[in-house]
């Protein structure tokens, strides 16, 4: 069906390879670029180019001779990707969205031109200009941007913290009391065509500011869950999306909801739509930017997510004995992404939980987290 179309991929993570993975199913011949010749992608594909995807002249020569390309990640060049749109390559999601994702006070300014509830924020160009609002603290701090993993976000209390904070452009965001933090990832066709999955429940790692599980179904009331996946739809036709769109948003304790941030591809977020929805993010993203028909995002099983971290380098081998007797456990699913051991903390991979009831999935979540927590140590 697809034995003359060329797609490419700018990044080389594991959102890549689980891209490569339903590409297989369709057929598809997927080149990748990324600047690590040890990525995940480069044992996936047969089309792996090293090279820079910020680079203008890498990802043109790159992407000259594609009929199609997407992203997963948002660190790329907008220039090269504007000149090979207008040289025929359809490019999913647009230059343009990347481009007012890829800057967080950007990112927020378009939303509040659009009437889409977010955070109050100010820009600060750096720890000089953010002494002037030490009166807003407690606060968190955001680079504008290269933030990612939570890598790029930190909390200043007092301004007794000012010497940590990051002296580059960044947002300043007032602290809200925050109930909930959830996301929807959202579908768009190019014909304007949406859907949204059921929303998941997110719970962080407060001290390294990443995500450490997440619940499906959120378990929010009707009304509430309605409410994100309406602003969800809205975000997605504001940006003008053609593909997957994760959408993060704060509920506050006294029910107000905020965008908090956009992610205009897969996402960690989205994880568990492999084994617990209709249509995997993954499939669902290619069918839109092939042009195919949008895929269920029905929830078919209640499920839990829990990202694996690097540990230190001297406890390897305890998380892997751990690993195995997780999946001594019924309906727990592994996915390792078969990155280059590096730095403590990094995500490594992520496990799901199925079950057929949301408190069972729980209840099984419990043991694993406890079980990798111990690796952590």
Not at 9 to 18: D, S
Not at 19 to 42: E, N, Q, T
Not at 80 to 89: C, F
Not at 345 to 358: F, L, Q
Request: proline letters at 4%; a negative charge; one cysteine or more.
């Amino acid at each position: 069906m697809f034995d003359n179309l060329k797609i490419g991929i700018l990044g080389g993570g594991q959102l890549g390879a689980m891209l490569l993975r339903y590409a297989i199913d369709f057929g598809l011949d997927v080149a990748v670029l990324d600047k690590d010749s040890k990525s995940p992608c480069s044992r996936y594909s047969g089309s792996f180019t090293t090279g820079d995807p910020l680079s203008y002249d890498d990802v043109v020569r790159f992407g000259k001779n594609l009929d199609v390309i997407t992203i997963e990640k948002e660190a790329v060049n907008i220039e090269a990707l504007k000149t090979l749109r207008d040289s025929g390559v359809k490019v999913y999601p647009s230059p343009e969205t990347i481009e007012l994702i890829q800057d967080k006070y950007v990112q927020k300014q378009f939303l509040k031109e659009h009437n889409i509830p977010v955070v109050m924020g100010w820009l600060v160009m750096d720890r000089a200009e953010l002494e002037q609002h030490v009166t807003k603290f407690p606060a968190c701090l955001k680079k504008c941007t290269s933030g990612y993993d939570g890598n790029g976000v930190i909390m200043l209390q007092t301004a007794e913290d000012l010497g940590k904070a990051f002296n580059e452009p960044c947002v300043l965001e007032e602290l809200i009391d925050v109930k909930q933090e959830i996301s929807v990832i959202v579908s768009r066709n190019e014909s304007g065509v949406i859907e949204c999955y059921d929303p998941v429940l997110m719970m962080f790692d407060k001290e390294r500011m990443l995500l450490d599980f997440q619940i499906c179904p959120a378990g929010l009331a009707p009304d509430v869950a309605m409410q994100v996946c309406n602003i969800a739809m809205r975000v997605a036709t504001a940006v003008n999306l053609t593909g997957i769109m994760a959408v993060e948003m704060f509920i506050a304790t006294n029910g107000k909801i905020y965008v908090n941030e956009l992610a205009p591809r897969p996402h960690n977020s989205g994880h568990h739509t492999i084994e617990a929805a209709a249509t995997s993010q993954f499939e669902q993203h290619l069918r839109l930017i092939l042009g195919l028909p949008m895929g269920s995002a029905r929830t078919t099983k209640p499920s839990v997510m829990i990202n694996v971290l690097e540990p230190a380098a001297h406890r390897r081998q305890i998380i892997e004995a751990a690993l195995k007797t997780i999946l001594c456990t019924n309906d727990i699913h592994l996915h390792w992404y078969g990155k280059e051991k590096g730095r403590e903390g990094r995500k490594m991979g992520h496990v799901t939980i199925t079950s057929e009831s949301r408190e069972e999935a729980m209840s099984k979540s419990i043991m694993i987290r406890h079980l990798l927590k111990e690796t952590y140590a």
